[in-house]
Each structure stands twice: as structure tokens, then as C-alpha cells.
């Protein structure tokens, strides 16, 4: 089965991705990600009592999010920050899990597994967490560590609650399943999706 979402794990290469043999997907726009650093995380500036909507427009479809600052803000608050910061866009989704994890993973700039802004910060909304369809959470290297890459559960996922919720998808999930139909690069369970999909823009705003 399928490794832990992971944000130190290499990822397989998406050399070999072949986004037309996958129905609704294209090949990527032209661009590449911006990979800007910063040396800590941003100060909160998002509204805890409100909710956010992000809208990943992705070369297999569009995905649209709804994010609870309330139960992780400070996930939240990094994720709008990322987004204004344009820092998603033409970032791959470069990972994609079929088996005993079912999750598409995204958010390193690198598209390797193990890329990240250049900060880290701590958990959140742990207890109880658990990972249905249509979550949204942070992968992780371990306690404290998440960055900006994250994972979209398509199918319901059993996991240790170790890896922040903070959305879920309210739009787009026959776009995750799509793309997981697809399968993965050198026909595994574990490593880059065929669709060779990336998000051409990700916008958060508040709702």
C-alpha cells in the first residue's frame, strides 16, 4: 500500500506524463512556478470567523475549496498567503496515491517531494481528524513541519491524525477522480499521475 502523504519523499518523474491519454486533461499553459522564499511564517491576517474559497484552476479541470480558518488558522492564513503571493501557480500536482491512500498531492514548486516556501509551521485541528472524501490537509515531514504542500483526498482514507485539515472540496471532485483514473506514471500505486497535471492559478479569497 501506499506511503503516508509526505512532504520529504521523493516523487517519481513526471517526465513521462502523458496528460492526452487522460480524458479532460491538457498539457500545462507555458510558466513556470515563481519558488519564492521566505525566512518565517506570514503574521495572520485572515478573518478567524469567516470561511475562505480557493479555486484551483488546473490543466485537468477546475477544484474549488472551501477553507476553515476557525479550526486551523494559521494553515489557513499560510495557504491565502501562498495564493496572493502567486506562489501556485504552474505548480504540479506531483503526486498521486491508488492504493490504501487515495490523495492527489501538491503545492512543492520543485515538483520533487520535498519543496517547500522556505518556512515551517505547527499543526493544527488534530483531534479526531479523520480524512474522508473531500478533504483538504497538509502533508508533512513529521510534527511542526508543514509548508505549502498539501493533498486532496478523492476517496475516503484512513490515516493517523497527523496532517492538519483545514477544507474540504465543495466543487471538482469528479476532477481529482478523474485524474486518479488516470493512474500513476510507470503504472504503480505511488509516484507522478499520467495526467501530468498542474495548477495554472490557485486564488483564495474570502467568502
Not at 24 to 35: D, E, L, Q, R, V
Not at 121 to 139: I, Q, S
Not at 189 to 204: F, L, R, S, Y
Request: charged share 15%; aromatic share 8%.
Amino acid at each position: 500500500s501506499a506511503s503516508a502523504p509526505s512532504a520529504s519523499a521523493p516523487a517519481s518523474p513526471v517526465a513521462n506524463a502523458d496528460p492526452a491519454s487522460v480524458k479532460g486533461c491538457k498539457a500545462p499553459s507555458a510558466g513556470n512556478p515563481n519558488g519564492k522564499q521566505w525566512q518565517k511564517e506570514p503574521a495572520i491576517s485572515v478573518d478567524t470567523s469567516a470561511k475562505y474559497q480557493a479555486v484551483l484552476d488546473t490543466s485537468c479541470g477546475k477544484v474549488t475549496l472551501e477553507l476553515d480558518p476557525g479550526k486551523a488558522p494559521h494553515t489557513v492564513n499560510s495557504f491565502v498567503f501562498l495564493a496572493g503571493q502567486h506562489y501556485f501557480d504552474h505548480v504540479p500536482c506531483h503526486r498521486l496515491t491508488t492504493s490504501g491512500i487515495y490523495v492527489l498531492q501538491c503545492g512543492d514548486p520543485t515538483g520533487k517531494g520535498s519543496g517547500g516556501p522556505g518556512y515551517q509551521f505547527k499543526d493544527e485541528n488534530l483531534k479526531g481528524a479523520t480524512y474522508p472524501a473531500g478533504t483538504v490537509a497538509m502533508a508533512n515531514a513529521g510534527p511542526g513541519t508543514n509548508g505549502s504542500q498539501f493533498f486532496l483526498v478523492y476517496q475516503d482514507t484512513q490515516l493517523p491524525p497527523s496532517y492538519t485539515p483545514f477544507g474540504k472540496v465543495t466543487g471538482g471532485l469528479d476532477v481529482l477522480k478523474n485524474i486518479a483514473a488516470g493512474g500513476v506514471v510507470g503504472g504503480g500505486q505511488d509516484g507522478a499521475p499520467v495526467a501530468g497535471v498542474k495548477m495554472e492559478k490557485v486564488t483564495a479569497v474570502k467568502e
